[in-house]
């Protein structure tokens, strides 16, 4: 990728690979904040926008041109997770973070805080999960961005504190109610080559129309959400139970005709897509808790799923 000299700039920026550098974190950033690759991007871009934006001297002056690229990040994300939540109102159904394609670790490289007891940590890889994100769209916008900078990136609350506009004790406030939140939502851990194993018992039940093995895969709580964001058909709210899950997969939601379930990793879990004459119109994250099924997320939405059609 190639950016053009900045105002004041006769030829290439020599420091330009080292900035440049910046934008793996930054997306990864920005999505865990955003839930959107496309927001995510639009964020990055702008952040860029405004490092060229300064003359040469302004850019030399800075210190450390990795963390005030992230703060002006931090800074437009927290004004876009405002504003959503304006734009949500008008969302049509349920609004679900979009799905990230393939197994993608964006790391920070920042040094790890011994404030955090271990137990509350949380890995980049954990924090790129449906659930994990899910559970960061209920929290208010600070609390989210104060969130993931110190516990995910390590950020200082001294650090986070210029980004989101409060003082570091409020900030550690903030982290703190996010965390409880995480918590009260984490379920034991299944090892993934399980999880891989119920997704595809899941998928062949599915398949066959099987309602007595889908229910068996499934817990008697389980919740499944759709997201077609009046795009395309899903169902308004939740569809929660077992037997009203499995019942609503084969006689509402069934693959059709030229339909076909592919087994893919899902924000780095095991998911699968439906595609229709190739092309991707959905694609399903899980929750697995134990040996069940506790949460079914479905993408339907095509906006959501563009990544998944170009990459």
Partial sequence: MTTPP???????????????????????LAYRLLG???????????TYARWYAMSAQQQDAIESPGAWLTKVAGRI??????????????????????????HTEW????????????????????SLSMAFLVVLDSMTPAERVAFILHDVFRYSFAEVAEVVGRTPAACRQLASSARRRIRAARVPTTPTAQQADIVRAFKQAWE????TALVGLLAP??????????????????????????????????????MVIVERVVNGEPGL????????????????AGDRIKHIWAILNPDKLRPWTTG
Avoid at 273 to 288: K, N
Wanted: aromatic residues 4%; charged residues 30%.
């Fill in 6 to 28: 900045g105002p004041g700039q006769d030829g290439p920026d020599p420091g330009l690979s080292a900035i440049m550098s910046e934008r793996r974190q930054l997306i990864g």
């Fill in 107 to 126: 790391t920070g490289g920042r040094p790890a805080d011994a404030t955090v007891d271990p137990v509350d940590r949380v890995t980049l890889d954990e």
């Fill in 36 to 46: 959107s690759l496309a927001d995510a991007e639009d964020v990055v871009q702008e």
């Fill in 221 to 258: 709580d389980a919740t499944a959400t759709g997201d077609g964001g009046g795009l395309v058909r899903s169902e308004p709210r939740p569809v929660a139970g077992a037997e009203r899950i499995a019942r609503f997969l084969v006689e509402r939601a069934g693959p059709v005709a030229g």
């Fill in 208 to 211: 066959a129309r099987n309602i």
């Fill in 77 to 102: 994300c927290l004004d876009v997770l405002r504003s959503a939540r304006v734009r949500r109102e008008r969302y049509v159904g349920e609004w679900l973070p979009e799905p990230l394609p393939g």
């Fill in 273 to 288: 897509v439906a595609q229709l004459d190739g092309v991707p119109v959905a694609v399903y994250a899980f929750r697995v």
